[in-house]
């Protein structure tokens, strides 16, 4: 297997998941900046031109994050990030969903539309006139989830930490970077951020 590797949150989820679960593959660099992944031969491998991609033994390709970390988790000897019941993995998948739905999907298409929109307009449909909004949606989102988390709970989807922490971590970093960082007010998420932040996987 072959993961096509590049700058930015996406490319940092995986590869930090593939960190906690001590799997090591070869990685190709795509040159996100200089628009590589939009142009041939990429687009030969994965034509949405999206990054990362796993690329199979038998030569197939695996897109979207979520995805590529389950796979990697339920083909890899190890101890599971998943969970090792269907309640566990359900959980995870749950929450790591919702922080994908609510929180990460606002904080970049507002970074597309507003900070990052020199890169990205001639690239995609971007939406500037919905960055505010988009932005207030994110922390919409981490209001809420600061409000879950009250309940003493040590990670994102419960006890065990799992992808909905990798997730959300490598996300708002990149928020971080990118005029949308954490509300010092919220409290719960930010006693959590700086638990995950010792994590030597956040290097990867």
Known sequence: MKLYNS?????HVVRMFMAERGIDLPKEDIDLMAG????????????AGQLPALELDDGSILTEITAICEYLDETQPGDRLMGDTPEARAQNRR??????????EPLTTAFRAAEGLPMFQDRMRCLPEAADGLKA?????????????????EFVAGKAFGLADIL???????????????????????NWYARVSQRTSVSA
């Open 36 to 47: 590589e992944n939009r142009q041939a031969p990429y687009t030969t491998k994965n034509p």
């Open 168 to 190: 959300l971590f490598c996300f708002l970093a990149f928020g971080s970077q990118v005029g949308q960082p954490l509300n010092p007010d919220l409290k719960h998420i930010g």
């Open 137 to 153: 949606c994110a922390q919409d989102g981490l209001v809420f989830l600061d409000e879950q988390m009250a309940d003493g709970r």
């Open 95 to 104: 929450w790591t969903r919702w922080v994908d739905l609510k929180i990460v």
């Open 7 to 11: 700058v930015g949150p996406n490319p």
